[in-house]
């Protein structure tokens, strides 16, 4: 200890300092070292769960007496200790279902119960019941069923009730065939409700529409993704730009047409009458005193004979017109506009440079087509397509770089710990490497500052060609501890040595040069 302890007495301020922040750094070594190789390895036993269900969680892992950690809305715990404590709280009913099915009518009794609470109970479990079920689905973390239902009593066999559901996922959005099954699954699960009566609600993006009844937004984006999934192919990923506009119906329209053609006639009947009239006539004869006798014979008179035959026939006609009632129901395409532009081809030229050429007229011609019959094009409707080759900008020479790096695809988290341990190397070597490496550096020489020996030798000579006197050199104290080391001069003059250690130990030599002055002997 007295070695040490001279050690350190012997070493400046800044050594000291020195000494003392390696110490420290050591010291700080070696306890995290050893944190961490003896700390507990952590593993996730449970992540996403709500404030209700972790808590009950907690509870259940205290009560085990392991050691835990939260993290969020993520508990960690014993990596050792994970599968079985999961295990144990899983025998607990732990984590608990987000919502209660039809153990709610468990507790009710007869003696009470109104209709009215069996009803509202009743409906209640049906939505815990179907918020079980939906659950059950990969990426959804969360379900909420709210049922509207009519709770009229009597002869109404029509019951227009309603329903909606709230989804919150785990990552992967919910698809729209994943919501039109299930607006089927709800309306099946309660009588008399129809699936266009049930609306899926996702907590991130809203309303979610079914395949039949999808917003003019999800056809566009689906048109569009069927188009580029044609051109990948030819033209290689990341070739090809699509933008599709869709003007859509948003109100309903009937539409009554009549046309007269005067050019045209249409035959609406025809009438034919015929008429036959035959008429005969016999006249008597004279009037005598014979034809008044009883048994007189009658005489005849003239006789005549008419007939008539007359045929009439009638046709109508009427200007031709035509009809057409047309009815547009919301949600059909009005017009629809769309714009490919795709990027060019390599090719080498005599330098050896490649550039990117556009494609040829017959190329873009035959993409023309694909896109046309992918989209539905409708010419007379109005619809535009355009198909273009132009050469993309290649973003990596103008010094950009459109592709993620690696700062970009670290996380903040690791940033923060590369900046942290950059700091810290920083400061290492601001404070123990810095001031090792000046101590190291080579120090200019020092005279003695001891006392000078008893005897001084005489000194001869000439100072700016004057003769210097003589003198014996005072009697000095002789100091009787350990002569340190000292530097010797180069050879030089002895004049110009005696003005450097004048003027570089001005002190000494006023107090030997006063010595000599009080020092009165005869100069020789």
Known sequence: MQKLQDYWNERSSQQRMILGGAF???????????????????SLIYGGLDAAQAGEVIAGIERAGIAYEVRGDAIWVDAEQRDRLRMDLAAQGLPAAGSTGYELLDGMSGFGTTSQ?????????????????????PNVRTARVHLAIETGRGYRRDQNGSASVTLTTAGQAVSREQAAALKYLISSGVPGMQPDRVTVIDSKHGIIAATEDQSGADRASEMKRNVERILEPHVGIGNAIVELNLD??????QLTEQRYDPEQRAMISTVTEETSDQSNTTGYGAVTAASNLPDADEQSGDQSQ??????RQQTNYEVSRTTREVSRMPGSTRRMTVAVLVNGIPQTNADGETTLVPRTDAELQTLKELVASAVGFDESRGDQLTVKSLAFADLSQDGSYAAPGFLDR??????????????????????????????????????????PPPVVPVLTGTIDDEPVPTRPAPPVIVDERPEPQTLSLPPADPVARLKNMMRERQDESAKILSGWIDNKEPAK
């Open 24 to 42: 420290l750094a050591a010291f700080l070594a070696i306890a995290g070292f050893g944190w961490f190789a003896n700390r507990t390895s952590m």
């Open 117 to 137: 609470m069996f009803d509202a109970a009743y409906w209640r479990a049906k939505e815990g019941e179907l918020a079980r079920t939906i659950l059950a689905l």
């Open 248 to 253: 859509l119906v948003t109100d309903t329209e």
């Open 306 to 311: 008419s007939t008539r035959s007359e045929n």
């Open 410 to 451: 670290l996380a903040l988290n690791d940033l923060a710990k590369i900046a942290l341990i950059g700091l810290f190397a920083l400061a290492v070597i601001l404070l123990l490497v810095r001031p090792i490496m000046r101590n190291r550096a080579p120090q200019p020489p020092m005279l003695d500052n001891s006392l």
